[in-house]
């Protein structure tokens, strides 16, 4: 018996009412379906469930792997050989006059609904973000003008000795595409509160259908991929170096630079995590090349 197996009867003894899966295929918890098996997952439903895996692993001496709604990842053809904790279970949300409360596992655009649906203004933007509001937070998610840092009140986590904690927006380091969670990948976001502002629900609602219209437009939301593929540099866009440079199109296998946005790296059918590291590592090097700007890749890598 190794130590998953060891962990796996733990949990079931510990824990019963969660589901635990063995051998999980990645591919279908990315939206980049990319992605070989996970050799534990975990499901958990409730923060308690949660909190008591991620004590059960620690004392197993076997790390924890926090996957949200996996827009932003990709995970190697062989899998990966550890124990992932998917949080799509915790996705509770309350509402108290201006503020929102969500489990971490609720999706970006379900918050950015609820907020409409109760009058409150300031998160349009999250509306048409595949992830969930852990990995938002986790990483500032933001797009056109709008971020989390400019609604998030205060994150409940569980840090890298299993305690509970708390800690108000602005200890946590929000900046572009950077917090203090992205400096402690082993903290567990469970929980997290965002103060709005009372608006009109018809102008809010006009203002979430006119930037679902421009990401139909622009973005290639039509086929698998993990988001944008590269941080915003300095002083550029990356989708416009790219298609500088002439890879627009370009493609090595299953794998393709978009050919309606050069920042997104698409998934055309059966693409495998190799088709994809090494397109993007040929656009790394050919911006480099061509232009002298290193783009950073704003995608996650898992079992590589």
């Not at 890298?160 to 969670?181: I, M, N, V």
Request: overall charge negative; aromatic content about 6%.
């Amino acid at each position: 018996m190794d130590r998953f197996d060891t962990l796996l009867q733990q949990l079931k003894r510990h824990v019963p009412e969660m589901e635990l899966r063995e051998y999980e295929p990645m591919a279908a918890h990315t939206t980049f379906r990319i992605g070989g098996p996970a050799r534990l997952m975990a499901l958990p439903r409730t923060t308690e469930q949660a909190v008591e895996a991620v004590r059960a692993a620690a004392a197993a001496g076997i790390p924890v792997f926090y996957l949200g709604n996996g827009s932003n990842l990709l995970v190697s053809d062989n899998g990966y050989d550890g124990f992932v904790l998917k949080t799509g279970g915790l996705d509770h949300v309350t509402h108290c006059g201006d503020l929102l409360r969500a489990g971490s596992g609720l999706l970006l655009s379900r918050l950015a609904s609820t907020a409409y649906g109760h009058g409150l203004t300031g998160l349009e933007f999250a509306h048409g973000i595949p992830g969930s509001v852990g990995g938002g937070v986790a990483m500032n998610a933001g797009a056109y003008g709008g971020d989390l840092s400019q609604v998030l009140t205060t994150v409940t986590f569980l840090d890298d000795e299993c305690q509970l904690r708390s800690l108000p927006a602005e200890a946590c380091e929000l900046t572009y595409r950077h917090t203090l969670f992205t400096c402690h990948p082993n903290w567990l976001i469970l929980e997290t509160e965002f103060a709005l502002t009372p608006g009109d629900p018809a102008a809010i609602k006009a203002k979430m259908e006119e930037l679902a219209q421009k990401r139909r437009t622009k973005q290639p939301l039509e086929l698998p991929s993990a988001g944008s593929t590269f941080k915003r540099p300095e002083g550029h866009f990356a989708g416009a170096l790219i298609e500088q440079c002439g890879l627009k199109g370009v493609g090595v296998g299953g794998a393709q630079v978009s050919e309606k946005h050069a920042g997104f790296v698409v998934n055309r059918g059966g693409a495998t995590a190799d088709d994809a590291l090494r397109l993007i590592d040929l656009v790394q090097s050919t911006v480099l090349r061509e232009t002298g700007v290193s783009l950073e890749p704003e995608v996650k890598f898992l079992g590589f």
